[in-house]
């Protein structure tokens, strides 16, 4: 089965500039989706197609695919991006939706 | 604006079975399709089933070996997990999302409901 890895954990200050990357073989043949969820709350979509934003999230937040990584940057961290991200893929090989193990972004 | 609203979760014991609806408003529900995501206690995100606007495909995790069942009434712009033999590992909040629109491929999640908890022990 198709694999996604994620780092478990990134800390960035206030105002720089967060990377968080998603690792799968040849990920850069499928397209990525990125989701933050917030404790408590359910997920939200903040990148599509490896990176387009949907309607309401910000320009900070913008994504990139190629080879076996995918990258969701986030400019200009604010204490309000802190939270869990998880990275996904369709296996069109399986007809399988799948999910990295996801990232908790922490804001110092 | 789209809302879906999960529900039926709760307690039950291992073996034993329970159905989570998702009622949702503010989309023609009949022409998307539509998804169930789970999420155990401190973990991540598992995707367990997707099914298309007329119910004519369906798909599911292979982790879940036939356990559960996706279903959906467009009369009722309502969606179905059924879910038999539980075991403690499905222990879970469940969520449902629904899937891009106008053609999208593939069908991704672009909008969520706030889950119901499944708590499976004896």
């Known amino acids: 089965s198709y694999v996604l890895t994620q780092p478990p954990s990134v800390s960035v200050a206030p105002g720089k500039t967060a990377r968080i990357t998603c690792g799968g073989d040849?990920?850069?043949?499928?397209?990525v989706y990125w989701y933050h969820q917030k404790p408590g709350q359910a997920p939200v979509l903040v990148i599509y197609?490896?990176?387009d934003r949907p309607s309401g999230i910000p320009e900070r937040f913008s994504g990139l695919n190629s080879g076996n990584t995918a990258t969701l940057t986030i400019s200009r961290v604010e204490a309000g991006d802190e939270a869990d991200y998880y990275c996904?893929?369709?296996?069109?090989?399986?007809?399988?939706?799948?999910f990295g193990g996801g990232t908790k972004l922490t804001v110092l | 604006e789209v809302q879906l609203v999960a529900s039926g979760g709760g307690l039950v014991k291992p073996g034993e079975s329970l159905r989570l609806s998702c009622e949702t408003s503010?989309?023609?529900?009949?022409?998307?399709?539509m998804h169930w995501v789970r999420q155990a206690p401190g973990k991540g995100l598992e995707w367990v089933s997707s099914?298309?606007?007329?119910?004519?495909?369906?798909y599911h995790a292979d982790s879940l070996m036939g356990r559960f069942t996706i279903s959906r009434d467009n009369a009722r712009n309502s969606l179905y997990l059924q879910m038999n033999s539980l075991r403690a590992e499905d222990s879970a909040v469940y969520y449902c999302?629904?899937?891009?629109?106008?053609?999208?491929?593939?069908?991704?999640?672009?909008?969520w409901g706030q889950g119901t908890l499944v708590t499976v022990s004896s």
């Open positions: 999302a629904r899937a891009c629109g106008d053609g999208c491929y593939p069908e991704y999640f672009q909008h």
């Open positions: 996904q893929v369709w296996d069109s090989s399986r007809d399988h939706w799948v």
């Open positions: 197609l490896d990176s």
């Open positions: 099914i298309r606007s007329s119910s004519s495909y369906t």
């Open positions: 503010g989309f023609t529900f009949s022409t998307y399709t």
């Open positions: 040849n990920i850069g043949g499928k397209s």
